[in-house]
């Protein structure tokens, strides 16, 4: 169940705009008005998402710390695993965003010869992860060349490097067949590895299953079964521009790729693909370890009346005094 | 909201990004390319057509390009027969430019638009069409 909803929502997903484009002739809903709501489902709901992380308190500093802290001067600080300034906050946060610097500590662990618990070094995740979301960073860079006239610089140099093996034509682009790779193993180890495949929820297995098709369909589209590309850029050019015309003959191919991608987006702030933003909102990745260093005041303190010592007396001077009790001041 | 400052500078950038498309193009027309078959030899022919159909052709080109190029290169094999049965030379300047010889207005056309740049130019020549106006953009 929590493999075939996921899976056989994708399938429907496919057939819905199979059937829309094909049978329907609704281009223009697929082709523009969902594009346009997925992209404003998207924003918006990153923005909101990101803003209630916002408004939850940290009272305290928690980063987790995988070295020695900032202590005397003689003892060596691990600066960017114990980070006890922004800088260093900025190095570790880095490490963590570009190269998952945490995913490369995960270790396996296993029953040997018998009740012998022995802990190993377990790579595979760390780099299947890496190269998955470098490969759809580099494809996501790749395809602005369809949403600008005079493409910059910058996607013409992903692109040549993307491409420079120059195997057939057109050119075979290193990042598919890794992606295609990549979100293969990260399925696999789902259903494979008893311990994983126990917590994976449909939550986890939809995303992987929507991106390989669209990963699939894509390849389809460049390598065997081709679409009008000069009409899928003349339909994207029109949606970035504000004047979506939609024209004929692109192949039904590209819209159940853009629907997949459509339906991608609009889920993203509502799934944990929200690590994205929230890898920046991790409170124990992007606080210093300064706890002893600087004083932080828990923000819902609520104001407490004190009544002290000083007031105390000024109170009760006259009576302290005949009482023979001693007073600060006179 | 906690450390504002920071979440809504990381949110403006990040709305930025996400909307560069849109910004870029904001205001601007898009013209779409039009691949012109208005040349000397074309407009000779009795029956306009090339080695293959049109949607074929315009779908397919780069990888009956590339076939073309191993056929010759790697095994010497120059006789293309079409679907219709028809044999045409296998080349690129021979056959593809002998009609097509506007390069800038066909292949390039398209090309530019969709901000592809092959390299069948790095090793044949360039057919020579207006010389007083090169080419801006260094091929790949």
Redesign the interface.
């Known amino acids: 169940m929590r493999v075939l909803f996921p899976f056989f929502t994708v399938i429907v997903l496919v057939l819905l705009a199979f059937a829309g484009v094909k049978m329907a002739n609704l281009h223009f809903l697929f082709g523009v008005i969902i594009p346009y709501a997925a992209?404003t489902v998207?924003?918006a709901g990153?923005?909101y998402r990101?803003?209630g992380w916002?408004?939850?308190?940290?009272p305290f500093r928690i980063p987790t710390t995988c070295g020695q802290m900032e202590s005397f001067p003689w003892i060596k600080q691990n600066k960017l695993e114990n980070p006890s300034t922004t800088l260093g906050v900025i190095g570790r946060m880095l490490l963590e965003v570009l190269f998952f610097r945490s995913l490369f500590r995960n270790i396996k662990t296993e029953f040997r010869e018998g009740p012998k618990f022995s802990y190993g070094s377990d790579k595979w995740l760390w780099m299947a992860g890496l190269a998955f979301h470098w490969s759809f960073l580099i494809i996501l860079i790749r395809h602005?060349?369809f949403?600008?006239?005079k493409?910059p610089y910058l996607?013409?140099v992903t692109?040549?490097l993307d491409s420079f093996l120059?195997i057939?034509?057109?050119l075979f682009y290193i990042t598919d067949a890794l992606i295609l790779g990549a979100v293969t193993f990260l399925v696999l180890r789902r259903f494979l590895i008893p311990q994983v495949k126990y917590i994976s929820l449909a939550a986890d297995y939809f995303p992987l299953f929507l991106i390989l098709t669209i990963a699939a369909t894509g390849v389809l589209m460049r390598y065997f079964s081709?679409?009008?590309?000069?009409g899928v850029?003349?339909l994207a050019?029109?949606l970035?521009?504000?004047?979506p015309a939609v024209p004929e003959g692109i192949g039904v191919l590209f819209y159940i790729h853009l629907f997949l991608v459509c339906v991608l987006f609009a889920y993203f702030p509502f799934s944990k693909l929200m690590h994205m933003?929230g890898v920046?909102?991790s409170p124990t990745r992007n606080l210093a370890n300064n706890n002893r260093a600087v004083r932080h005041i828990n923000?819902w303190n609520y104001p407490v009346h004190v009544h002290t010592y000083e007031e105390y007396e000024d109170d009760f001077r006259e009576k302290m005094k005949k009482a023979g009790l001693p007073v600060e001041k006179e | 909201m906690y450390d504002s400052g920071k979440i809504i500078a990381g949110l403006i950038v990040f709305v930025l990004l996400v909307t560069f498309p849109f910004i870029s193009n904001m205001g601007k027309a898009s013209a779409k390319p039009k691949p012109s078959i208005d040349t000397p030899v074309i407009n000779e022919m009795a029956v306009k057509k090339c080695v293959e159909p049109k949607e074929f052709m315009r779908a397919e080109h780069m990888q009956l390009l590339n076939n073309w190029r191993d056929s010759v290169v790697r095994n010497g094999d120059r006789i293309y027969v079409n679907t219709a049965g028809q044999s045409y030379n296998m080349s690129l300047q021979n056959t593809c430019m002998n009609c097509h010889s506007n390069k800038k207005k066909f292949c390039d056309e398209c090309h530019n638009y969709m901000a592809v740049n092959p390299y069948c130019w790095s090793c044949h020549i360039q057919p020579k069409e207006q010389p007083n106006e090169q080419p801006k953009e260094n091929m790949l």
């Open positions: 992209i998207f924003i990153f923005i990101v803003v916002g408004r939850s308190p940290v602005l060349r949403f600008f006239l493409v996607i013409h692109e040549s120059q057939g034509a057109p081709k679409v009008h590309i000069v850029k003349e050019m029109g970035v521009s504000f004047s933003g920046f909102l923000p």
